[in-house]
Nanobody, 125 residues
Framework: QVRLVESGGGLVQAGGSLRLPCAAS????????MAWFRQSPGKEREMVAN???????NYAASVKGRFTISKDSATNTMYPQMDYLKGEDTAVYYC???????????????????WGEGTPVTVSS
């Protein structure tokens, strides 16, 4: 089982910043990618940013230039940094991890995706 621990959510004024660390632990052999998704009331869950095993990053157009994502591979922790927050960034933010697990002595592997419980972010104007 893989556990994701999210933190850093809360209330912030428009123009402010928040950091939302997400730490992965449990039984897995490597991480393929980590990502942040968000879901606002009445909307579908959307990908905000992701970071691959080699450090490559992708951002949703709505957050590009305002959000950055980094990671610490030694601790399996992802650090999304959200700056210049806007009211439309208000949502529940979910951590997502794609891990690789070796399943037998021959080295066969499977990939599994896990989700955190979500942390709410409210941006007040």
């Amino acid at each position: 089982q893989v556990r994701l621990v999210e933190s850093g959510g809360g209330l912030v004024q428009a123009g402010g910043s928040l950091r939302l660390p997400c730490a992965a632990s449990g039984r897995f052999d490597s991480i393929n990618s980590m990502a942040w998704f968000r879901q606002s009331p009445g909307k579908e869950r959307e990908m905000v940013a992701n970071i691959g095993s080699g450090g490559s990053t992708n951002y949703a157009a709505s957050v590009k230039g305002r959000f950055t994502i980094s990671k610490d591979s030694a601790t399996n922790t992802m650090y999304p940094q959200m700056d210049y927050l806007k009211g439309e960034d208000t949502a529940v933010y979910y951590c997502n991890v794609d891990v690789r697990i070796v399943v037998n002595v021959e080295g066969a592997t499977v990939n599994r995706i896990y989700w955190g419980e979500g942390t709410p972010v409210t941006v007040s104007s």
